[in-house]
């Protein structure tokens, strides 16, 4: 049944929301934390664009996005061929985004287009929001839609929401044991204060303690 429902969510991914709007980018902008936008840097025109390795994102009516591709020309390439500070990492060469009313699910494929991992052994990643369109989580599964860790170790990211600029966040493992930021960051709760503007690891009551 699993691998039934799989095929029926690539299916709808083949047919594809109709782009409403396409833009062009060089690179990407850095993400330092999965709960950031995917968004592009130094824009190009679609002319420019076919002479270069570049990100294509694509939108729908509502604005969303739904589809990132890393091409030259009309090719899908490998994202080994990109800049190495641009917010790739848990991409793939085309990355398909489908909403629902409270989810974002990210599905992944290759330069042939066929369906892979991104660059954190994810299969599909699901994206949890309020009823205020923010985004409060986000969990990984394999492609037989079992919850796994990412390459960090991760399985589950939790936001919580402040104030207008900053956000709480914490990550669990499939165990539901607390893990920290990176296995080489050792940040537990970290206080997100706009778009790497800083980030700060604290306490339970929002007190600045140290890392370790």
Same mark, same amino acid.
């Given at each position: ?9 690539f299916?709808s ?8 709007? $396409? *833009?062009y ?11 950031? +936008?995917?968004?592009? %840097? #130094?824009? =190009? /025109? ?6 270069v390795?570049?990100?294509k ?10 589809a990132?591709?890393y091409?030259?020309?009309e ?11 641009d917010?790739?990492?848990?991409l ?9 009313e409270?989810?974002?699910?990210r599905?992944?494929f ?5 369906? $892979? *991992? ?5 299969f ?6 309020? +009823?205020?369109?923010? %985004? #409060?989580? =986000? /969990?990984?599964?394999n492609?037989n ?10 399985f ?13 966040e ?11 930021m990176?296995?080489?960051y050792?940040f ?5 204060n ?6 700060n690891?604290v306490?339970e009551?929002?007190?600045?303690v140290?890392?370790?």
């Amino acid at each position: 049944m699993k691998h039934i429902l799989l095929a029926l969510v690539f299916l709808s991914c083949g047919l594809g929301t109709v782009a409403q709007s $396409t *833009t062009y980018f060089k690179h990407l902008i850095f993400r330092e934390t999965p709960f950031s +936008k995917t968004e592009g %840097r #130094i824009p =190009l /025109t679609e002319t420019e664009a076919q002479k270069v390795n570049h990100f294509k994102l694509d939108y729908d009516s509502l604005n969303r996005l739904v589809a990132v591709e890393y091409k030259y020309a009309e090719n899908l390439i490998d994202l080994n061929r990109s800049g190495i500070l641009d917010g790739k990492r848990a991409l793939a060469p085309k990355t398909q985004i489908l909403y629902s009313e409270n989810t974002e699910t990210r599905l992944f494929f290759d330069a042939d287009n066929q369906p $892979t *991992t991104n660059g954190m052994g994810v299969f599909k990643e699901v994206y949890a929001y309020n +009823k205020n369109g923010k %985004r #409060i989580g =986000l /969990t990984y599964f394999n492609k037989n839609e079992e919850p796994i860790n990412n390459s960090w170790n991760i399985f589950e990211y939790t936001w919580k929401h402040i104030n207008n600029n900053a956000v709480l966040e914490t990550r669990k493992d499939v165990t539901g044991v607390q893990v920290t930021m990176r296995p080489y960051y050792k940040f537990y709760n970290v206080l997100d204060n706009g778009l790497l503007q800083s980030m700060n690891n604290v306490n339970e009551n929002m007190e600045l303690v140290q890392a370790f």
